[in-house]
């Protein structure tokens, strides 16, 4: 059974760093790309970051948010520094088989930015 764990999320001030962390188990890890999703209330969910043999980043991320991936812990994380109010969302990780794109998702992990 495939599942994705998220953890790491919380509120934080204006300026601020999290780390997200996203746990695999049941697949084998390197043959899926790696994306954090993310959703605000009332807007549609939104692609953050990607990491596969590439990286991609949302405009709205580049150079606060930076993924990784450790194939050997099965897992992929989110460094957010700089947050700002409008970054706050439920954050899922989504993993999507890199020949198939048979895919799955965590169950969120909520980040809050306010002062």
């Known amino acids: 059974q495939v599942q994705l764990v998220e953890s790491g999320g919380g509120w934080v001030q204006p300026g601020g760093s999290l780390r997200l962390a996203c746990a695999a188990s049941g697949l084998t890890f390197n043959n899926y790309a790696m994306t954090w999703y993310r959703q605000a209330p009332g807007k549609d969910r939104e692609l953050v970051a990607e990491i596969n043999i590439y990286v991609r980043y949302a405009e709205s991320v580049k150079g606060r948010f930076t993924i990784s991936r450790d194939n050997a812990k099965k897992a992929v994380y989110l460094q957010m520094n700089n947050l700002k109010l409008e970054d706050t969302a439920v954050y899922y990780c989504?993993?999507?088989?890199?020949?198939?794109?048979?895919?799955?998702w965590g169950q969120g992990t909520q980040v809050t930015v306010s002062s």
């Open positions: 989504h993993a999507a088989h890199i020949a198939t794109r048979l895919d799955w």
